[in-house]
């Protein structure tokens, strides 16, 4: 708790053990490399982040920041969007799953886990995710932004939307950011991830709201992290005006495109810096749907002030500051409903 809020950070990151990841792998896979792709020194030698690697430290940082309920999602694994052999992406997101419950149990009233889903590959995407929920307590399911095979709103697809549906968990959109690195179109890393999240949630932001996935599953929570909230008003009206002269490509749409973004079904996340976070309030006619992202212990992440970065905010009232902190958080992830709030 910081200054009277509760903070559930919907965005917050481990850094893996690969070790004791390696352990719960089928050993036939152990000796595959876990990378992904498109590693890149981004802390600059250890100069930018936080260095973790164990519960009791995140702990740690969490009690410095105030954090009261962590959602923890992956590092390595960010990457393994390119995998193609659908196997070893199986069995690598089902070591990283297991050993994440392990990772949580440390503290299991404070750490939560979601879930990442090999998408190569969807009958065992939900399978995973049900075991995951069922089995292993996860809170949520993660998955990639790009998958090479398949878009986001492929009837393959829909098992696994059902899926999250009927456990009431959210699905969640998160990005590596070096997607875009697959086009060549940039020469530094600079380039490349100052543009790569924010497009990759606006693309998979396309795909879901025009293939109709909100429409498919009305009781589905979806969230598009880590990629800024500033380009919401911008596509939401993009769509609107595409969908007016091509209507007929999104035929299971039964109302504009920026109906879907302030359906209270459809989640953000906000970094406690952006200034635009008012804009987007307004545009969306309400500060429900925005969740706070710590991003920690990444390189670019705002610890040890992230939360304090909010809680001091001239331009948001308490009570967009107690929603977008904890209570919005509990409505993406419906587990997290009965943490309880401070008086």
Known sequence: MRDGF????????????????????????????MRGVGFVDRSVGGK???????????????????????VLYTTTLLGTWALRDQAFSVALHRAYNDWLAEYCSYMPDRLKGVCVLPMVDPEESARELERSVTQLGHVGAMVHTFVYNH???????????????QYNVPITFHAQGSEIERFDRFNTFL????????????????????????????????????????????????????????SFEAPLLTKEPSEYFKSGR??????????????????????????????????????????????????????????????NAQRLYPALAKVPTPV
Request: some cysteine; charged content about 25%.
């Open 6 to 33: 509760l903070i559930i950070d919907s965005d917050g990151h481990v850094h893996e053990d690969e070790e004791a990841l390696r352990r719960h792998m089928d050993p036939r896979f152990r000796n595959y490399p």
């Open 266 to 327: 459809i989640f953000f996340g906000a970094e406690s810096e952006e200034w635009m976070i008012p804009t987007v309030i307004k545009y969306l006619g309400s500060d429900q749907t925005m969740v706070y992202s710590s991003d920690y212990p990444h390189w670019d992440g705002a610890f040890p002030n992230s939360t304090k970065g909010l809680t001091e905010r001239s331009d948001l009232t308490d009570q967009n500051k107690r929603n977008i902190l904890g209570g």
């Open 191 to 246: 380039q490349e991830h100052t543009v790569g999240h924010t497009i990759e949630q606006m693309t998979a932001c396309t795909q879901v709201i025009y293939g109709g996935i909100p429409e498919k599953f009305p009781e589905l929570n979806l969230a598009f992290l880590e990629g800024m909230v500033g380009w919401i008003p911008m596509l939401a009206e993009r769509m609107d005006e595409e969908y007016e002269h091509r």
């Open 48 to 70: 930018f982040g936080q260095k973790t690697g164990t519960p009791q430290i995140q702990v740690a940082d969490m009690d410095v920041e105030g954090i009261d309920v962590a």
């Open 151 to 165: 878009q986001l709103d492929d009837p393959c697809f829909d098992d696994l939307y059902a899926c999250a549906q």
